[in-house]
C-alpha cells in the first residue's frame, strides 16, 4: 500500500505523520537519516517484536543504529529510565548531529522524545508508535515527558518530532485491552470536534472491533489530521489544545483512585467523558441526547462509561483538586454543548462534579 502522508505545519516545525499497514515506510525520512547515527529506544516487550525489522530498514540509509532496551510499563516512565537512556547517549557519543528514534507505545514516545528535548539542548528525533493510544494520539504533536513519584508528567518538554512513522500492522500484536484502551482516546475527537467522525465510528464499529486493518488505517489517518489540525492552532496549549483534555480530569482521578492498577488510561478516558456529558447537562449546558449518544457509541466499543460504587465519588473530586486546570476554588473542565461542540468550562462547582460522577456509578 502507498503511505498516507498527513503534514503538521508549525512555526518553528513541520513535519510529516507517514502511516503504512504492511511496512515501517521511512523512505520521506531517507534525507533525515543519511549520513547520522540512530539511537533506537524501545523497550523488552516491543522490540523482541519489530527491533530487527526497523534496525534493518534504518541502515538502509543511516550511518549505525544503537539500540538501548527499557524495562516495560509506565512505571519506567520515570528519571532513572530518562538518566539510563543519557548515559547511553553519552556512551555511544551521540552529538548534536544524529538522531534519536523510538520504536514502542506512549511510554517510549514520551521519553524518548524528553531525553531529546534535553540531551545537549535539544536533539531531533522520530517516533515509531506501535500501540493504538500511540498511533492516535502520544507521538503526535511534541509533548514529551516522564513522570515524577508526586504525578504523571510533571516533567517535560515541548518538542516536536522530525516525523512520525506508523505501521498499523503493528496493531496485531497488540494486547486487545491496549486495542480497547487506544479506542478510549480514538472516541474523543468525535465528542470534541468531529461529529461526523461519529457517524463514521458508528458506521464501521464492526469492523473496528474486527481490527479490519484498512479500516483501522483510515481512522487512525483521520485521528492524526485532527489532531494535527489542533496542534498547528495552539502548539504549547495556551487555549484550544486544552480541548484534547477531555474527560481527562475525571479521568486522572480514576486512574489515581485505583493506584493505576484498574483501568488503562484510555478506558479511563472514556468514563471520564461520560462523566462530562452528565456535567454538561447538570449544567444546562446540553440535553439527555447527549449522553445516550456518548453511551450507545461506548457500549458499540465495550467501553465501560459507569464505575462501580466503591470509588467514593467525593474522594475523585478531591484528587480532581489536584489537577493542574483547578483555579482557584472551582473547576475548569472540558464540557459539550453537543456532539462534536466541547468548550472550555469554567467555574465549574464541586456539588455538580460530584452529582455527575455519582450519575456514572453502578
Ligand atoms: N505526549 C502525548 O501527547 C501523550 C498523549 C496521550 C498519552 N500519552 C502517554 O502515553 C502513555 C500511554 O501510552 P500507551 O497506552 O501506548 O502505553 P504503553 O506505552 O505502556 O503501551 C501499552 C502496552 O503495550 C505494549 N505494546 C506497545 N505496542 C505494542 C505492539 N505493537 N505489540 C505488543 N505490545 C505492544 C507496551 O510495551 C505496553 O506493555 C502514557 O504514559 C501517557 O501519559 C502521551
Ligand atoms: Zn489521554
Redesign the pocket.
Known amino acids: 500500500m502507498q503511505s498516507t502522508i498527513v503534514n503538521i505545519t508549525l512555526t518553528g516545525s513541520s513535519y510529516p505523520i507517514i502511516i503504512n499497514d504492511s511496512c515501517f515506510d521511512l523512505t520521506s525520512v531517507k534525507e533525515i537519516l543519511a549520513g547520522r547515527k540512530v539511537a533506537l529506544i524501545s523497550?523488552d516487550?516491543?522490540a523482541p517484536?519489530?527491533i530487527e525489522g526497523v534496525s534493518k530498514e534504518l541502515s538502509k540509509y543511516c550511518s549505525g543504529v544503537f539500540p538501548h532496551i527499557l524495562a516495560?510499563?509506565?512505571e519506567y516512565?520515570n528519571l532513572d529510565s530518562w538518566r539510563g537512556i543519557l548515559d547511553f547517549l553519552a556512551d555511544n557519543n551521540i552529538n548534536r548531529s544524529d538522531i534519536l528514534v523510538s520504536l514502542?507505545?506512549?511510554?517510549?514516545?514520551?521519553i524518548t522524545?524528553f531525553a531529546a528535548a534535553s540531551w545537549m539542548r535539544g536533539v531531533e528525533f522520530i517516533q515509531i508508535?506501535?500501540?493504538?493510544?500511540?498511533q492516535v494520539?502520544?507521538?503526535?504533536?511534541g509533548?514529551?515527558?516522564i513522570?515524577h513519584p508526586k504525578g504523571?508528567?510533571l516533567i517535560g518538554a515541548f518538542h516536536q518530532p522530525k516525523a512520525v512513522i506508523i505501521n498499523t500492522a503493528?496493531?496485531?500484536?497488540?494486547?486487545s485491552r491496549?486495542f480497547k484502551?487506544?479506542l478510549g482516546?480514538t472516541v474523543k475527537y468525535a465528542f470534541i470536534n468531529k461529529p461526523k467522525f461519529k457517524k463514521w465510528l458508528g458506521e464501521n464499529s464492526d469492523r473496528i472491533n474486527q481490527q479490519d486493518l484498512p479500516t483501522l488505517t483510515e481512522m487512525i489517518a483521520q485521528c492524526c489530521e485532527f489532531k494535527a489540525e489542533i496542534v498547528q492552532q495552539d502548539e504549547k496549549e495556551l487555549g484550544v489544545r486544552a480541548l484534547l483534555n477531555l474527560g481527562h480530569t475525571f479521568a486522572h482521578a480514576i486512574e489515581t483512585f485505583t493506584k493505576y492498577k484498574e483501568y488503562?488510561?484510555?478506558e479511563a478516558v472514556a468514563i471520564g467523558i461520560a462523566m462530562a456529558a452528565e456535567l454538561s447537562v447538570i449544567m444546562e449546558k446540553s440535553n439527555q441526547r447527549l449522553i445516550d449518544n456518548v453511551r450507545a457509541l461506548m457500549a458499540k466499543f465495550e467501553l465501560q462509561d459507569t464505575i462501580p460504587k466503591s470509588i467514593n465519588p467525593e474522594k475523585l473530586v478531591e484528587l480532581m483538586r489536584l489537577d493542574k486546570k483547578v483555579k482557584g476554588n472551582t473547576h475548569r473542565l472540558i464540557l459539550m454543548k453537543d456532539i462534536g461542540e466541547s468548550y472550555i468550562q469554567t467555574n465549574v462547582c464541586e456539588k455538580d462534579i460530584l452529582q455527575a460522577i455519582e450519575n456514572c456509578q453502578s
Do not use: I
Open positions: 523497550n516487550k516491543v517484536l519489530y516495560d510499563g509506565e516512565k514502542g507505545g506512549g511510554v517510549v514516545c514520551d522524545g508508535p506501535t500501540s493504538l493510544l500511540a494520539d502520544a507521538s503526535v504533536g509533548k514529551t515527558g513522570n504523571k508528567n503493528t496493531l496485531k500484536t497488540l494486547p491496549e484502551s487506544g482516546e488503562t488510561h484510555g
